[in-house]
């Protein structure tokens, strides 16, 4: 049976809380399959920041997906989007928030990474094939 390519791939969110670290560094956030394009990814922050210089970027250790923006005392609910880079996943792969303080922050910082995402690794499907299919 031949092949049709499926024009129904949807772009979801995918997202995972996370402590960022009060003198920065790397923190995992939500897995993300092969062959997935990140269209777009960002950080809210669910805790005020105090740090008078404390940055954030989204990277899966390959790509940067959001380049690194700065967060300094931005209060609960901001969200940082930053320059995007969109690119495809080879494998699977965890979207990270690197975090980069050079004030420290008081209080522990929660925040929500996320990314937007788009099945690209598998667009053709194999139609299925019934009965009526079959000729006399």
Not at 11 to 34: F, Q, R, S
């Amino acid at each position: 049976m031949a092949k049709s390519t499926s024009l129904l791939a949807k772009a979801y969110m995918v997202d995972a809380t996370v402590e960022l670290p009060l003198d920065g560094g790397t923190v995992a956030g939500p897995t993300v399959p092969a062959g997935m394009l990140v269209v777009n990814a960002g950080v809210e922050l669910i805790d005020a920041v105090d740090s008078a210089d404390y940055d954030v970027a989204v990277s899966d250790g390959t790509n940067t997906y959001m380049a690194t923006t700065a967060v300094d005392s931005s209060s609960a609910g901001t969200f940082a989007v930053g320059a995007q880079t969109p690119a495809v996943t080879a494998a699977e792969e965890t979207i990270d928030v690197v975090a980069t303080a050079t004030a420290n922050n008081s209080a522990d910082i929660t925040a929500r990474v996320f990314a937007i995402v788009v099945n690209v690794g598998d667009a053709s499907r194999t139609a299925d094939e019934v009965d009526r299919d079959q000729l006399a």
